[in-house]
């Protein structure tokens, strides 16, 4: 499987474009939560077209959540 350099931007590169931290980035990488990623020597290069995911819970959905399954009324 022949990679594409041109496509690949560096981390921190991807992390100013995307307004995040680039060691929030790292962890994701190293956690698995961004597929594509590849290490070349010790840079991080990320794909220039991968769609960031924020998985967190912002609508605030989740409170209030643990009361009302807690009481038996």
Known sequence: MKMELSNL???SEF?????RD???I???I??????GAV????DWFVPADIAYND?????????GSRESS???E
Do not use: D, V
């Open 26 to 28: 790292r962890q994701k």
């Open 39 to 42: 290490k070349i020597g010790r």
């Open 70 to 72: 807690e009481r038996p």
């Open 55 to 63: 998985r967190r819970i912002k609508s605030g959905k989740y409170i």
């Open 22 to 24: 680039p060691a929030t």
């Open 9 to 11: 931007l560096p981390l």
């Open 30 to 35: 190293l956690r698995g939560n961004l597929p």
């Open 15 to 19: 992390a100013a474009r995307i307004g």
